[in-house]
């Protein structure tokens, strides 16, 4: 069974910075991507950013500037840096790998990932900030 295990979640007030981390199989790190994704309670899981096998990486717009998706395929992990945190940010974050369907798609070329081409997830590591 694949495991991707998160950490690096806590409480933090408005401004600070916590940086996450996501250890994976490293045949997660060979697919054409991986990302984060967070869902805070009543809401829609939300794709927060991801970075493609060259180093391409996306991020939402709620998110750009602020946070940094980086993976170290060394060590199998993938970071997400999250800097001037927002009450708004707090949310459940997992990490998960691209399907690999989608990897053979015209889309894989440019990267243009969406939330519903990931298919194996962590469990979560839960961010909560504070005003």
């Known amino acids: 069974q694949v495991q991707l295990v998160e950490s690096g979640g806590g409480s933090v007030q408005a401004g600070g910075s916590l940086k996450l981390s996501c250890a994976a199989p490293e045949s997660m790190f060979s697919r054409c991507g991986i990302g984060w994704h967070r869902q805070a309670p009543g809401k829609e899981r939300e794709l927060v950013s991801s970075?493609?096998?060259?180093?391409?990486?996306r991020y939402a717009d709620s998110v750009k500037g602020r946070f940094t998706i980086s993976q170290d395929k060394g060590k199998n992990t993938l970071y997400l840096q999250m800097n001037s945190l927002k009450p708004e940010d707090t949310a459940m974050y997992y990490c998960?790998?691209?399907?690999?369907?989608?990897?053979?798609?015209?889309?894989?070329?440019?990267?243009?990932?969406?939330?519903?081409?990931?298919?194996?997830w962590g469990q979560g590591t839960q961010v909560t900030v504070s005003s």
């Open positions: 998960a790998a691209v399907q690999l369907a989608f990897c053979n798609t015209p889309a894989a070329m440019a990267f243009w990932v969406r939330r519903s081409d990931f298919a194996i």
């Open positions: 970075v493609s096998s060259d180093g391409t990486a």
